[in-house]
Structure formats: C-alpha cells, structure tokens
C-alpha cells in the first residue's frame, strides 16, 4: 500500500488517558509517551478508510463520560487500559493512503466511529466514511463543536414542518443550541427552549421565541402554552415523555397537541442519561423494546390522549451526513456554540474539568479542548 505522510511524524505523543474505569478525578491523567496511531494498526483491506491527524480540537460528548464511568462497557468499552479519551475530533492529516479523497495537510472534522474513544492525543486515527473537510474560516474547535452534536441536530432539523410551534427541551445543550438554530431554518413558526441558562436561549445564535429556566418555572402548567399547544415537542433531556404520560394518566390538559391532531414527540435521548448495558438485552431494552412499545402505543392506543412517540437515531455513519453539517456553517445558517468556559487546555485538569461540566449535564453549548494550534507548514 502507498500512503502520504508526514516526514517528521513521532513514535510517541502526549495524551489525556483513562487508565480505568472510575471517577475523573483518579482515572483520567495526562500522560507524555502514548503511541502514536499509524495506518500499518490498520488491516490492509481496510485502511483506505482511515487517516492519521494531528490533533487541534476535541468536542466532549455524554458518550465519553459513560466510556469512563464503565456503565456501558459491554458495548462501548474500551479494548484494553489505558485508553485515550474523547471521540470528536478536528485536525490535519498527516498520514493516509494516496487513494483516499483526503490528503496530508488537509484539516478535517471527524465525529467518533463505532466507540467515542482515541481522539485527546497530539495525533488521532480517524474513519474517513465519517469525516470532511472543514470550510475556511471556521476554527477548529468551532468544527469539533458540531462532530456528533451538529450531525444530530441536522438529521431531527429535517423532521421540522414548515410553520410548526417547537418546544425543545434541552435547548442550551449541545444538540439543543445547534437544533434550534436549525429548526428555525426549516421553517418552524415559534420555539421554545427549556435549560437552566434561559436568557442565551433568546440571544444570537440560537433565538428561540422564548427561554424558560426549567428550575423556576414549570412549562408543562404554562397558561399560554396550554392555550395554545405545540405541534412538536423535541426532547434532548429525556424528561418530557415520562411527565406527559404522568400528566395525561392524571387527566390534565397537555402543553403539545395529541397525535390525533398532529401532535409529536421527538427525541433522540434515553429516560436515564447515564444509563448502564450490562450485555446486549440491557442495549435492546433501552433503545429498542421500550421505544418500539412506546411509538406503538402512541399511534394506537392512545392517539386522543398524547402526542406520537418517535425515537430518533440521528448519527448516521456516513460522510455526507458531515458534508451536510458543515455546509451549513460555510452557508451561514448554523453558528458552533462552544460553552463559555471552554476552549478547556490540554492538561489533564483542563480536560478533567471538561469532562466534569459534561458529567453534570449544564453544558452551554459544546465543551471542547484545544490541542494544538493550526500549521500551514
């Protein structure tokens, strides 16, 4: 095989490690002699589909924190300890074969393929069906920012009638602040956004209609809300369903129109955001019977009572699904929302501290760590 390379790649890297199952604060350590990924850890048949990148930005996900805390092991585990934490990434490559659509100094974005793992070290192996290359004038932490998150927030976007009323739930999170943007795009009349952080939700880029800080005010009691009830309720928290059912068991009026007048539930997150796969009937449990059960019961037994049920899998792996992403940011309609206190540095208590605001589930936005600073050379 032929490949392009750099001529000065190294044998070793710095990297931010897990080197076990278990708290931030113990397992995750900065560590100064991981190996550097290479093509030749490819098999041969399949390295046309991957590239080695030096690394410039890391956007963390809730995947990462559950690698970490060991609750999704059975599926999402790592192969062995230590591991590289961090699974969306953007960066330039550096190495890749001669017939691949990349070549070595491009800078490309890449959401995690298969494990959201390996991506916080000076250099990265990344799958090429889930990369592109990122549009002038867009930083790379702006690029990492949109990996998975921007990705999902496009795939529900095209769910989105023309003139609807939205509320997310979720807004001021990472799929959340980039949906909305989207939503908004395709057309829908009037949304409304639940976080904690109420008053960004009104502000550039994301401007909802309204915000409404969910720990202060109850939206599901809301008069006008009531009055006048969505058409689709978008749900990134994994709270919305279980309080409608409790509401409609309890013969309340909902906030969201039933399913017999056009009412819909979408979401693409679980009840339990940190929820455990012991083996595979944990992961059909949770993604597949209870959700089956659910858009089953909604469209039959209950269409007069509450709105359809519909979980969303929104991480297509796919290239064009990137492409699509991206475009948006070179054509404008969507702004990279990074959390405030973020670009996070690549010391193992920046990351720790990245990891922990993803864990507490406030994140504003995305949080990213900056790795390296861009090189024309």
């Given at each position: 095989?032929?490949f392009?390379?750099?001529?000065?790649?190294?044998t070793?890297m710095?990297?931010?490690?897990g080197?076990d199952?278990g708290?931030?604060?113990?397992?995750?350590?900065?560590?100064?002699?991981?190996?550097?990924?290479?093509?030749?850890?490819?098999p041969?048949?399949?390295r046309?589909?991957w590239?080695?990148?030096?690394?410039?930005?890391?956007?963390?996900?809730?995947?990462?924190?559950?690698?970490?805390?060991?609750?999704?092991?059975?599926?999402q585990?790592?192969?062995?300890f230590?591991?590289?934490?961090?699974?969306?990434?953007?960066?330039?490559?550096?190495?890749?074969?001669?017939?691949?659509?990349?070549?070595v100094?491009?800078v490309?974005?890449?959401?995690?393929?298969?494990?959201?793992?390996?991506?916080?070290?000076?250099?990265?192996l990344?799958?090429?069906?889930?990369?592109?290359l990122?549009?002038?004038?867009?930083?790379?932490?702006?690029a990492a920012?949109?990996?998975?998150?921007?990705?999902?927030a496009?795939?529900?976007?095209?769910?989105i009638?023309?003139?609807e009323?939205i509320?997310?739930?979720?807004?001021?999170?990472?799929?959340g602040?980039?949906?909305?943007?989207?939503a908004?795009?395709?057309?829908a009349?009037?949304?409304?956004?639940?976080?904690?952080d109420a008053?960004?939700?009104?502000e550039?880029?994301?401007?909802?209609?309204?915000?409404i800080d969910?720990?202060?005010?109850?939206?599901?009691t809301?008069s006008?809300?009531?009055e006048?009830?969505?058409?689709?309720?978008?749900?990134?928290?994994g709270?919305g369903?279980l309080?409608?059912?409790?509401?409609?068991?309890?013969?309340?009026?909902l906030?969201?129109k039933?399913a017999?007048?056009?009412?819909?539930?979408?979401?693409?997150?679980?009840?339990?955001?940190?929820?455990?796969?012991?083996?595979?009937w944990?992961?059909?449990?949770?993604?597949?019977?209870t959700t089956?059960?659910?858009?089953?019961?909604?469209?039959?037994?209950?269409r007069?009572?509450l709105p359809?049920?519909?979980?969303?899998?929104?991480?297509p792996?796919?290239?064009?699904?990137?492409?699509?992403t991206?475009?948006?940011?070179?054509?404008?309609?969507?702004?990279?929302?990074?959390?405030?206190?973020?670009?996070?540095?690549?010391?193992?208590?920046?990351?720790?501290?990245?990891l922990?605001?993803?864990?507490?589930?406030?994140?504003?936005?995305?949080?990213?760590?900056?790795?390296?600073?861009?090189?024309?050379q």
């Amino acid at each position: 095989m032929l490949f392009e390379q750099e001529s000065n790649m190294k044998t070793t890297m710095r990297a931010v490690q897990g080197k076990d199952y278990g708290p931030i604060d113990e397992m995750v350590h900065l560590v100064e002699d991981a190996p550097v990924p290479c093509l030749n850890d490819i098999p041969i048949k399949d390295r046309k589909n991957w590239a080695v990148i030096r690394t410039l930005a890391v956007a963390l996900a809730p995947a990462d924190v559950r690698v970490l805390s060991g609750k999704t092991r059975a599926l999402q585990g790592p192969p062995s300890f230590p591991y590289t934490v961090g699974g969306d990434v953007c960066g330039q490559v550096v190495e890749v074969e001669t017939d691949c659509d990349f070549k070595v100094g491009d800078v490309i974005n890449a959401r995690f393929y298969r494990k959201p793992m390996g991506a916080l070290g000076q250099y990265a192996l990344v799958n090429t069906k889930c990369c592109d290359l990122v549009p002038a004038g867009v930083s790379p932490e702006g690029a990492a920012a949109l990996g998975s998150s921007g990705i999902a927030a496009n795939v529900i976007s095209k769910l989105i009638r023309q003139g609807e009323r939205i509320l997310v739930i979720g807004a001021g999170g990472g799929v959340g602040s980039h949906f909305c943007q989207l939503a908004r795009h395709q057309g829908a009349s009037y949304i409304a956004g639940l976080a904690r952080d109420a008053s960004r939700l009104v502000e550039k880029p994301i401007c909802c209609d309204v915000g409404i800080d969910y720990t202060k005010e109850d939206p599901w009691t809301k008069s006008e809300f009531l009055e006048q009830p969505f058409d689709v309720v978008v749900d990134f928290a994994g709270t919305g369903w279980l309080r409608m059912l409790q509401d409609s068991k309890a013969g309340k009026k909902l906030v969201v129109k039933t399913a017999n007048q056009g009412g819909r539930y979408l979401t693409s997150a679980t009840d339990e955001p940190w929820f455990a796969i012991r083996g595979i009937w944990d992961a059909l449990k949770i993604f597949m019977f209870t959700t089956l059960w659910r858009a089953t019961y909604s469209r039959l037994t209950t269409r007069n009572l509450l709105p359809t049920y519909s979980f969303v899998m929104a991480l297509p792996e796919e290239r064009q699904a990137m492409r699509e992403t991206l475009s948006l940011v070179r054509n404008k309609v969507l702004t990279p929302c990074i959390d405030p206190a973020g670009p996070f540095p690549f010391t193992t208590e920046g990351v720790r501290s990245a990891l922990k605001l993803q864990e507490s589930r406030h994140v504003r936005g995305k949080a990213v760590i900056h790795v390296a600073e861009f090189s024309s050379q």
